[in-house]
């Protein structure tokens, strides 16, 4: 499918919703399938990148840019990080746990901003930050074992680094979301490569592992990037709130997990106070970040 199909003009705000619906339903079954597979993380996410990346060079080949900078490199290696992070830890702890830890990253993007940019920290950004801690804690409450607790540090400090790539694509003159997903792909499928030489997927779990590939994360980004622009921010912001709420049913609906009561209540303390964070900064801004 050529890239012509996904940028074609005219773009309009409907089709713009439409493109960033799919992609928030589409990451949001990210924990079933992580779930589901029955490989180790490293595997999964190693197989699953190299054929995202495959995926996005073989539809934007010619349209690619790849400067090479530091911010870009960056980019991609806190990319690599996070998502290595993120799959281990859904294999270690419940699949909620991580999806509303891994939410709390713009609190950490705010924080490393006045670190790295000089931006300053608002009142209402400590405030968020205090009501996110009190939630966090309840998330950890439910996790006493230590592969639990492991899971639960592991979702929180790929918050951190989702919040490092946010910056450095910041710091892109003419950065671009896709290239920088594009090399952290390849930098993950590579790192990866000893543990999916160890352990390869079976025939059984190629389907799901090219699902993930080519749809939960090809497409999903392509689709993103391609709409994201033509998005006023608030809308962005409203949308992509589906994949945390999502996340945990599709994993309770296919396999029965389920967070506890102290986790499900520090979830919606997280998810609540970030999301109105970002409806109250994003309201008045019209377009959101380009990819």
């Known amino acids: 499918m050529p890239a012509a199909f996904f940028d074609a003009k005219p773009f309009s705000r409907n089709k713009a919703i439409a493109f960033v619906f799919i992609s928030a339903i589409l990451w949001s079954t990210n924990g079933l399938f992580i779930k589901l597979i029955d490989l180790g993380p490293l595997t999964i996410v190693g197989v699953r990148s190299a054929i995202a990346a495959a995926m996005m060079i073989a539809i934007y080949n010619k349209n690619l840019r790849f400067h090479l900078s530091f911010p870009q490199l960056a980019g991609a290696v806190a990319y690599s990080a996070t998502v290595i992070l993120f799959v281990s830890a859904t294999k270690m702890t419940t699949a909620a746990n991580v999806v509303f830890l891994h939410y709390t990253t713009p609190v950490f993007t705010a924080l490393l901003g006045a670190w790295l940019l000089r931006e300053k920290v608002s009142r209402l950004d400590w405030l968020v930050m205090a009501v996110v801690l009190g939630g966090m804690a309840l998330l950890f409450l439910d996790e006493f074992t230590p592969g639990g607790l492991m899971g639960n540090i592991l ?3 790929s918050a951190v680094t989702v919040a490092f790539m946010i910056l450095f694509l910041r710091l892109q003159k003419s950065g671009s979301t896709l290239e920088t997903v594009i090399i952290g792909n390849l930098i993950t499928a ?11 997927p079976t025939a059984v779990d190629w389907l799901p592992l090219l699902y993930m590939g080519t749809i939960q994360i090809g497409l999903s980004f392509i689709m993103y990037c391609s709409a994201i622009r033509y998005l006023a921010a608030l ?3 409203l949308i ?3 994949e945390p709420l999502l996340n945990p049913i599709w994993v309770f609906l296919v396999i029965g997990e389920a967070p506890g009561l102290w986790a499900l209540t520090g979830g919606i303390i997280v998810l609540s106070a970030v999301t109105a964070r970002n409806i109250y900064l994003n309201r008045k801004i019209p377009k959101a970040i380009k990819c």
Do not use: F, K
Request: with cysteine; aromatic share 10%; glycine share 0%.
């Open 190 to 200: 590579v790192v990866c490569s000893y543990w999916v030489i160890q352990e390869p």
């Open 155 to 157: 979702a929180l400090i």
């Open 240 to 242: 992509q709130t589906i």
């Open 235 to 237: 809308d962005a912001v």
